[in-house]
């Protein structure tokens, strides 16, 4: 079973995923999409959070945790029962020791061995890089994808009211 987050990512079930985009494309994925309540979901931040103000909370299904230390983090992760578990990536967990995201690194692809698990970020940093090492997959996105425009009917005038050159 798996879980499109947006048209372009596509999580599969029993996973570890990175996203790497900015916080609107998160939001707007989150908020607008309708499957997520067919899950047991849980969404994991640190310290501070960029995005949790911005989360639809007509998600009934959602849980809300924060983990204020690796070590929080960690046992969120193996005490969690859920099938879909965001982590907002949160580098001031790691200032006092660089070893740290190492385990959590082995711990989100222990929790992912039962849930499909996505850990967000905004940016790139030296831990976010060595969380990576250990993902199934890493989605970067530096920017918010483009659609294509729509034609405006004003701005294009119908062919009937061309003229056609005659021949020479």
Do not use: W
């Given at each position: 079973?798996g879980?499109?987050?947006?048209?372009?990512?596509?999580?599969?079930?029993d996973t570890?995923?990175?996203l790497?985009?900015p916080?609107t494309?998160?939001?707007k994925?989150?908020?607008?999409?309708?499957?997520?309540q067919?899950?047991s979901a849980?969404?994991?931040?640190?310290?501070?959070?960029?995005?949790?103000?911005?989360l639809?909370?007509?998600?009934?299904k959602?849980e809300?945790?924060?983990a204020?230390?690796?070590f929080?983090?960690?046992?969120?992760?193996e005490?969690?029962?859920?099938?879909?578990?965001?982590?907002?990536?949160?580098?001031?967990l790691?200032?006092n020791?660089t070893?740290m995201?190492?385990?959590?690194?082995r711990?989100?692809?222990?929790?992912?061995?039962?849930?499909t698990?996505?850990?967000?970020?905004m940016?790139?940093?030296?831990?976010?890089?060595g969380l990576?090492?250990?993902?199934d997959?890493?989605?970067?996105f530096?920017?918010m994808?483009r659609?294509?425009p729509?034609?405006?009917?004003?701005?294009?005038p119908?062919?009937?009211?061309?003229?056609?050159?005659?021949?020479?």
């Amino acid at each position: 079973m798996g879980f499109e987050l947006y048209p372009t990512v596509n999580l599969k079930s029993d996973t570890f995923s990175i996203l790497v985009a900015p916080s609107t494309l998160f939001t707007k994925t989150h908020n607008c999409n309708s499957n997520l309540q067919s899950f047991s979901a849980l969404y994991v931040c640190g310290n501070y959070s960029g995005i949790l103000s911005y989360l639809s909370r007509r998600f009934t299904k959602l849980e809300i945790r924060r983990a204020f230390t690796v070590f929080q983090l960690m046992t969120i992760l193996e005490e969690s029962h859920h099938s879909l578990i965001f982590v907002e990536h949160d580098p001031m967990l790691y200032e006092n020791g660089t070893q740290m995201a190492e385990r959590v690194s082995r711990a989100l692809r222990d929790t992912a061995r039962q849930a499909t698990v996505l850990l967000y970020s905004m940016g790139i940093d030296p831990f976010l890089e060595g969380l990576a090492e250990t993902a199934d997959k890493v989605f970067y996105f530096e920017e918010m994808p483009r659609y294509s425009p729509k034609l405006l009917t004003k701005a294009y005038p119908k062919m009937m009211d061309q003229a056609i050159l005659g021949e020479f």
